[in-house]
């Protein structure tokens, strides 16, 4: 996954790396379920970078393909460690759906999305979960951080 964020970043608007979007899609698509964290922010971010390198056509395909995976029916489902009620929030974090229902699982957030006319949301959906992972990481360095400070403080005190 880090390499293929990497590639994406860094050589993204290179025409062979814009014919090879549907196979990056896939290969990041097959990561998110990976039991390793790091992994899975990582595939979520470059199929996010993905869906942005594509044009109208290709973000279509990469929508449809992607909501496919996570739904459980794309021709490629099987690969993915996903099941319907895995986590993707806390519940309540991104608030309720319109029926009252939680928005916490891809299951629910590819439902709404789907119910909305707006597939592209569940890329949406991923970079805010994205966020979510990055400033919870954050927040636990800072909190690392200052236990550090605070052992360094009272072996200097």
Known sequence: AVWGVSLLTYCGTHPALLARLGQF??????????GNELTQEMASRGVSMV????DAAVKAQLVEALVGVLQGS???????????????????????????????TYQELCSLATELGQPDLVYRFMDL????????????????FAGIAKLAGEALA
């Open 25 to 34: 899609q896939e290969a990041l698509g097959g990561l998110l379920g990976d």
């Open 51 to 54: 869906y942005g390198l594509g």
């Open 74 to 104: 794309g021709a490629r489902a099987a690969k993915v460690k996903l099941q319907a009620d895995t986590k993707v929030f806390e519940e309540g974090a991104v608030g309720a759906a319109p029926g009252g229902g939680q928005l916490s």
């Open 129 to 144: 979960a994205h966020h979510a992972q990055a400033l919870n990481t954050r927040r636990g360095a800072a909190f690392g």
